[in-house]
């Protein structure tokens, strides 16, 4: 889609963080915006900045792990605009990982519901409508962690992410529906995704009693260090604006990451044991 203006973006997580920033940047391009996200109070907030780039700005409180709240948002949009022709499913969560080799299924649950039936609800709800108008694109937000080593609800979720988002792509242009997919991959973006346990139900609350180590302490200090010191938001909403005109599928923000990829591609085509660092080291 090269020209924006006057169309209808829908994005969820759009409360804070690389969500608010696409709302900014599309808002920019003319094009009506639909604010997804969990937190009402925060979402005002965004929507009174978002509305002052002079488009229409919509909000709508949605936990996107919940199929009949998206089903709500997809009503609202169309109701409102009577279309939709961008979709960025951005809403996530980082959950929290166990010492040892611990399991918290509700973790686990709650991280999944929301990285990957989030995008799987924003699928089904947005898609019929842009593939009978013939046009629109699907921005989906993975991450670096969906292709390095990780044994957390996190990281299986952004690898699930990557994998149906590049099939969604292949379908989509298989079946010549005018719908295009992006892949959003960031590596260290400024957000505050390792605070996102404020909005962890009470359901999937940690263990009672249960007192991290140290040295998980320091690895969840570094992870805030690095997105602290990482990519603007602003500056990936650009990298999703280009994508989304230039039909690109890959996005990726870091490079430096993408290059230590080539080692397990490298073990792939040879057939060799994959070295054993991962995303954090």
């Known amino acids: 889609m090269k020209d924006l203006s006057g169309r209808?973006?829908?994005i969820t997580g759009a409360a804070s963080g690389m969500g608010l920033a696409f709302a900014h940047r599309f808002a920019r391009e003319g094009m009506n915006v639909v604010l997804s996200d969990i937190e009402g109070p925060r979402l005002d907030e965004a929507v009174s900045e978002v509305v002052t780039h002079g488009t229409e700005v919509v909000a709508a409180v949605t936990d996107v792990a919940d199929a009949a709240d998206v089903d709500r948002l997809a009503a609202t949009t169309l109701e409102r605009f009577g279309n939709v022709h961008l979709v960025c499913n951005n809403a996530g969560v980082a959950g929290s990982v166990v010492d040892g080799e611990g399991v918290d299924l509700a973790n686990w649950k709650w991280v999944i519901d929301v990285n990957l039936w989030g995008v799987i609800h924003g699928h089904r709800a947005?898609?019929?409508?842009?593939?009978?108008?013939?046009?629109?694109?699907?921005?989906?937000?993975?991450?670096?962690?969906?292709?390095?080593?990780?044994?957390?609800?996190?990281?299986?979720?952004?690898?699930?992410?990557?994998?149906?988002?590049?099939?969604?792509?292949?379908?989509?242009?298989?079946?010549?529906?005018?719908?295009?997919?992006?892949?959003?991959?960031?590596?260290?973006?400024?957000?505050?995704?390792?605070?996102?346990?404020?909005?962890?139900?009470?359901?999937?609350?940690?263990?009672?009693?249960?007192?991290?180590?140290?040295?998980l302490e320091a690895r969840w200090q570094f992870v805030r260090d690095a997105l602290a010191n990482g990519m603007a938001p602003s500056a990936v909403a650009d990298l999703v604006h280009d994508a989304v005109v230039n039909e690109q599928f890959w996005i990726f923000t870091d490079p430096a990451m993408v290059a230590v990829l080539a080692d397990k591609h490298d073990s792939i085509m040879g057939n060799r044991n994959p070295a054993t660092g991962g995303l954090l080291g």
């Open 8 to 10: 209808t973006a829908v």
């Open 126 to 215: 947005f898609l019929p409508h842009m593939i009978d108008q013939g046009e629109g694109h699907i921005v989906n937000t993975a991450s670096m962690a969906g292709h390095f080593p990780g044994h957390s609800a996190y990281s299986a979720s952004k690898w699930a992410v990557v994998g149906i988002t590049h099939g969604l792509y292949v379908q989509m242009a298989q079946q010549g529906t005018g719908v295009g997919v992006s892949c959003l991959c960031p590596g260290w973006v400024d957000t505050a995704i390792a605070d996102s346990d404020r909005n962890r139900p009470e359901w999937a609350a940690p263990p009672a009693l249960t007192e991290p180590s140290a040295a």
